[in-house]
């Protein structure tokens, strides 16, 4: 599966601009309630909205980038100033970058959130600089991304101030606790779906969107859990050569004690990996069958 087809519930819900204008409003502090004056277009794996400042009578004077993700990304800066660079050049493309006039454009805020299960701070603020391989102490160019957990129990003011980001917290907190239960992923979303409407958390949401939603994170939850068995996969592969080698080591040295623990624990390394192997072949069909439908 390719990453650009993938896709989440977040930015479902973020594709209606009256819950953009939620989430811009509980970020910045302001109290606008006209959802025209939001304007959305679709980026890669979130949104890209633009925010009509009607106080000051500067229209689009802030080009806001959002996304969600569940795997922290070091690289969301460089990969912001990519987003960014293919947006400022559709936006100056009939004007002349070479004539004497200064030509305006948006300023960018751009913010990620972040719900996976690996504890991360309630804010953090990556920068381009952070990559650089030579640390200036002025760069001359930098990009920021600010990070906001939005599990449960984290950033809690951000959340309650934010009817979008707090009930897709609680629904993603739910599908969690009920795919624990030993339910499948199907069930645990049903039920999340369920509790959620019966509760009014997305309510209207829910139940316009239940199919798009079930299907949309069933994909979303199937990739993430491939790419963490991959993961471990490698990880296997790289054991598996270093025991190879300790047990190469063990034998030359009439170690039999050793050479034995080792295979031993090759014959249970053996076994993991076949393991993760079924996982990730079966993963790869349930992927290939909900793209299918």
Known sequence: MKLEYKSDVFSLLLKEPENALDVYNALNGTSYDD???????SLENGIRLSVRNDASFIIDSYLNLYEHQSTFNPNMPLRGLI??????NEIVKDHNLYGSHLIPIPAVSYVVF???????PDVQTMKLSDAFITKPPTPSLELKCTMYNINRGRNEPLLSSSRILGGYSTFVDKVRKHNQKS?????????????????RILADFFKAHRVEVMKTAMLDYTFERQIELEKRDSYSDGV????????AEGKAAGIAEATAAFSKKEAAFTQKEAEYNQEI???KAQLAALQDK
């Not at 959802?35 to 277009?41: L, Q, Y």
């Not at 972040?114 to 991360?120: A, E, H, P, R």
């Open 183 to 199: 339910n499948s992923l199907e069930e645990a979303l049903s039920i999340a779906i369920d509790e959620c409407i019966d509760e």
């Open 281 to 283: 072949n079966r993963l």
């Open 240 to 247: 598996a050569k270093g025991r190879a080698a300790g047990i």
């Open 114 to 120: 972040y719900n996976g299960t690996k504890d991360q």
């Open 35 to 41: 959802p025209a004056d939001v304007e959305i277009f």
């Open 83 to 88: 987003y960014i660079s293919n947006l400022y």
